[in-house]
């Protein structure tokens, strides 16, 4: 009988790390939305709800990337650095036309990927040491091209980030599109399963004739040019370029909403669904902090929190 209520304790144990792992991340996006309604006052607002969804655009799409990356059992630290670089490139070629200094940008955040992809793929760097140095070197070039924060007055630019279409921002909708494509890739094509197979065994995928250096390459390319889209979009939101600070942190921020949303820092599975659910319980929790006058330090503190407990979630359900 001792035996059987501590067989049936474990199973309720990992049941409910189960749920926690699958699940917790839309129990808390359901919680906070509930807290606002209740105590926040003028939450409850069709302008508050848009700002909410404008302000998540940008940490989903880089979300995105990161995502692929921790599938692949790695991670992107660049991912700030590259939106700076991508604000950069941006204001220097705007003379040149909206489209083409975003085209710019984003093709700047490719490079800054096949270089992550080249450390990691060829010479054998750790991922977090070879997108660790790309960090500061894309920080470091941001501040070369472009030393001091920008106006960015440029009609196009402007009806990016004000725009909308029947209500919906322009920036949304972006996101939104990319979210479905990445989900679509990962779930539908064979470069998701390579993704996923590489993830979970690096050598068995070798040993399975996977291409596993040019999976990885695209992916980190996927990173930076989900990044670099995550610049641009912010740039055209603010209408300024700003390398000093834009992306500060991101890295934080993208990898809690890929943790947090289920995705393991273990690799070999990706949850797009949770990553999204990950990015707006990110919001929702910063702007709960300082909407009850909690200084934005706290946030930064919360993210850590939920990062510890959505990966003892993963450990300790990982060990069963």
Not at 19 to 34: C, E, I, N, R, T
Not at 53 to 74: C, D, R, S, W
Not at 94 to 101: D, M, Q, T, V
Request: with cysteine; net charge positive.
């Amino acid at each position: 009988m001792t035996e059987l209520a501590l067989s049936r304790g474990s199973l309720d144990r990992d049941r409910l790390l189960r749920l926690l792992q699958d699940y917790g991340v839309y129990a808390g996006v359901l919680v906070l939305l509930l807290f606002n309604f209740a105590f926040t006052p003028h939450f409850v607002s069709t302008e508050n709800f848009r700002t909410q969804a404008v302000q998540v655009a940008p940490v989903l799409i880089v979300a995105l990337g990161m995502a692929l990356a921790i599938g692949t059992e790695g991670v992107d630290l660049s991912v700030g650095s590259v939106m700076a670089l991508a604000t950069s490139l941006l204001s220097l070629y705007l003379g040149y036309g909206p489209w083409i200094a975003a085209l710019t940008a984003v093709i700047g955040g490719i490079v800054v990927g096949v270089a992550n992809g080249a450390l990691i793929a060829f010479v054998g760097v750790q991922p977090i040491v070879a997108t660790l140095a790309l960090m500061v070197a894309g920080r470091g070039l941001a501040l070369v091209l472009l030393p001091q924060l920008k106006d960015v007055r440029d009609p196009g630019l402007a009806s990016l980030g004000s725009g909308d279409v029947l209500g919906v921002p322009y920036l949304v909708l972006i996101a939104a599109v990319l979210a479905v494509l990445v989900a679509f890739v990962m779930r539908r094509t064979t470069f998701g399963r390579q993704v996923l197979a590489i993830g979970d065994s690096r050598p068995a995928a070798r040993l399975a004739g996977l291409p596993v250096r040019r999976v990885l390459i695209v992916v980190y390319v996927c990173s930076g040019a989900l990044a670099a889209i995550a610049g641009v979009l912010a740039t055209a939101r603010l209408t300024a370029s700003d390398p000093t600070s834009l992306g500060n942190l991101m890295e934080l921020s993208a990898i809690t909403a890929v943790v947090v949303g289920g995705t393991p820092l273990t690799g070999g599975r990706v949850r797009i669904g949770g990553t999204v659910a990950g990015a707006v319980l990110i919001q929702l929790l910063t702007t709960t902090l300082i909407k009850h006058d909690l200084p934005p330090s706290w946030t930064q503190i919360a993210q850590a929190v939920v990062i510890v407990l959505a990966v003892y979630a993963a450990r300790e359900r990982g060990r069963r």
